[in-house]
């Protein structure tokens, strides 16, 4: 029988460090700059720090407002970076992208957490709002990249139905080969974390069938519908793009 883990102490984290020093070492070694991997690290500490803190107090709230309120942050948030690698004025897709996250990724989450996990109540947010983050965040991603490769299709002369099957099956490509590698190449995040808090390997095994299947319809659901509501804009927003 596995053994639970034991709470990592704040001397025990710090050997975590090791191998991200011997990172820097090769930085200044080969006389790279490392400003933004440092930057990016700090971040990461400021901010999972912070996360942790904040995640106790909603725990124990347990308030339905309070889970709301962060949901719609969430989606806020995630519609807005996912338009930052579309060549076209955010405003003019903003309300596209925040339907289409919206929708896609509420419905996603409401068959998982009422369907699969039968949540009561349903605004639990200590299961909520970590599936929601990896829902919201699927659905950012494919956003992203099916309005990037849609734009680009465009630019080619392409039709609207070709640009619309070629960006949609690039921004499935990272789930389709998510799905191919897991389990062989890869123990994804919910599984290894399961399994390393000494839960049976098959049970985690259905947890982690349940994420893949929730990422995998949030992104296709998303680009679906996000190529949807920009298609009586592409002309104006062709014409903007090349313009500038």
């Known amino acids: ?7 990592i102490s704040l001397s025990n ?10 990172v820097f070492f090769i930085f200044a070694q080969w006389s790279i700059s490392s400003k933004r991997s440092l930057h990016a690290l700090t971040r990461m500490l400021i901010q999972l ?5 904040f995640l106790g107090f909603i725990f124990e709230s347990d308030s339905v407002w309070l889970v709301g309120l962060i949901l719609i942050v969430m989606i806020g ?3 807005s970076i996912a338009l930052n690698s579309i060549p076209i004025a955010k405003l003019t897709l903003i309300k596209s992208a925040l339907i289409a996250i919206t929708v896609s990724g509420c419905f996603t989450l409401l068959v998982i957490s009422q369907g699969v996990l039968e949540l009561r109540p349903w605004y639990q ?9 990896m829902i919201f965040a699927s659905c950012m991603n494919s956003v992203s990249l099916v309005g990037e490769r849609f734009y680009a299709e465009l630019g080619k002369n392409v039709s609207y139905q070709n640009a619309r099957n070629i960006a949609f099956q690039a921004s499935m490509i990272p789930n389709i080969n998510a799905l191919f590698a897991v389990g062989i190449v890869s123990l994804p995040g919910m599984m290894t974390g399961q399994i390393l808090s000494g839960i049976s390997p098959l049970i985690a095994a259905r947890y982690q069938i349940m994420v893949m299947c929730m990422v995998f319809a949030s992104a296709g659901l998303a680009s679906a519908l996000f190529l949807i509501l920009i298609k009586d804009q592409k002309f104006h927003l062709k014409n903007k793009s090349n313009g500038a």
Do not use: H, K, N
Not at 49 to 53: D, K
């Open 1 to 7: 029988m596995s053994q639970p883990l034991e709470i």
């Open 13 to 22: 984290l710090a050997f975590a460090f090791i191998p991200v020093a011997l």
């Open 125 to 133: 947010a200590q299961t909520l709002l970590p599936l929601g983050g």
């Open 49 to 53: 720090l912070l996360v942790g803190y």
């Open 77 to 79: 948030f995630s519609s």
